[in-house]
């Protein structure tokens, strides 16, 4: 039987290419882990200013007694886990593998957590959660990794 046919022959090299670099770039993704982790930063920033949760939820109220000894204190600021601006300084960390932001504060741990603190650790303090990631800060890595693998774009 006779027939006729074409045949196409796609030289792959760009293609090969191209998932070299890529290969190359997931080996080493520094640049996308110092570029979450700076991310992280200002949103923790955010939720500070807005007073809020990774999740969206507004803090914990601060109880009337604190709200009014803060009042009275010479240049209070009468905002919640905000009144010498300490914890609000967090600091951006990554290596090849991670990135993440930390608090250098020894108090930290206990706000953004909850539980017990004081001499007999008596005292109750409600969780105020402010370092953490939420769905959209996971979708914001995912998209500058791909950037970076594809692209090779850096943010």
Not at 15 to 23: E, F, H, P, R, Y
Not at 47 to 57: H, Q, T
Request: with cysteine.
């Amino acid at each position: 039987m006779a027939g006729d046919g074409v045949l196409y022959t796609w030289d792959d090299k760009d293609l090969q290419d191209m998932i070299a670099k890529g290969i190359g770039r997931i080996n080493d993704m520094t640049p996308v882990m110092k570029n979450f982790a700076d991310y992280m930063v200002l949103q923790t920033d955010t939720r500070f200013r807005d007073e809020e949760a990774p999740d969206g939820s507004g803090w914990q109220e601060l109880k009337p007694a604190t709200s009014a000894r803060k009042e009275k204190m010479k240049g209070a600021i009468n905002k919640i886990l905000q009144q010498g601006g300490y914890l609000r300084l967090v600091h951006p960390h990554h290596d090849k593998d991670s990135a993440g932001v930390f608090s250098d504060r020894v108090y930290a741990a206990i706000h953004n957590r909850g539980g017990f603190a004081g001499p007999g650790r008596k005292v109750k303090i409600h969780k105020r959660e402010f370092l953490g990631f939420n769905d959209a800060d996971i979708q914001e890595f995912v998209e500058t990794c791909k950037d970076w693998i594809i692209m090779g774009r850096r943010a």
